[in-house]
Nanobody, 125 residues
C-alpha cells in the first residue's frame, strides 16, 4: 500500500505560479516502480487529467488545457512528484490530486491505484 500526500495549494491571483508536491510513502511501496499523475476536480465537474510522468521521468503527458503552462517532474530519491503551475487562470481552480500506478503512465484516472486526499488551488481573477 502507499500513502500520497499533496501540498503546496493555496489562493493566488491570475498569472501567478504555484508548485504542488506529492510525497509518497509506504512500507512496500517502491516509488520508482510507479508512474505518477496529477488530476483535478472543480466544483460540479468530473475529475480530469492534468499531467502524468513515467517511472523514470522519460515520458510525460499533459492535458491540452495546461500544456505550456504546467510542468510535471519527479525526484525518485525523495519519493516526490511535483507540478509546477505557471500563468494560472481562474479556470485552473480545483482540488488537485496526485495518483500512482505501477508501470506505465496513463491519462485515465480509472487506471490509477493510489490517490492522495487532494490540495485546493484557487485562482482569483
Amino acid at each position: 500500500q502507499a500513502q500520497l500526500v499533496e501540498s503546496g495549494g493555496g489562493l493566488v491571483q491570475a498569472g501567478d505560479s504555484l508548485r504542488l508536491a506529492c510525497a509518497a510513502s509506504g512500507r512496500t511501496f517502491t516509488f520508482s516502480s510507479h508512474a505518477m499523475g496529477w488530476f483535478r476536480q472543480a466544483p460540479g465537474k468530473e475529475r480530469e487529467f492534468v499531467a502524468a510522468i513515467s517511472m523514470s521521468g522519460g515520458r510525460i503527458y499533459y492535458a491540452d488545457s495546461v500544456k505550456g503552462r504546467f510542468t510535471i517532474s519527479r525526484d525518485n530519491t525523495k519519493n516526490t512528484v511535483y507540478l509546477q503551475m505557471n500563468s494560472l487562470k481562474p479556470e485552473d481552480t480545483a482540488v488537485y490530486y496526485c495518483a500512482g500506478r505501477r508501470m506505465t503512465a496513463t491519462m485515465s484516472s480509472q487506471e490509477y491505484d493510489y490517490w492522495g486526499q487532494g490540495t485546493q488551488v484557487t485562482v482569483s481573477s
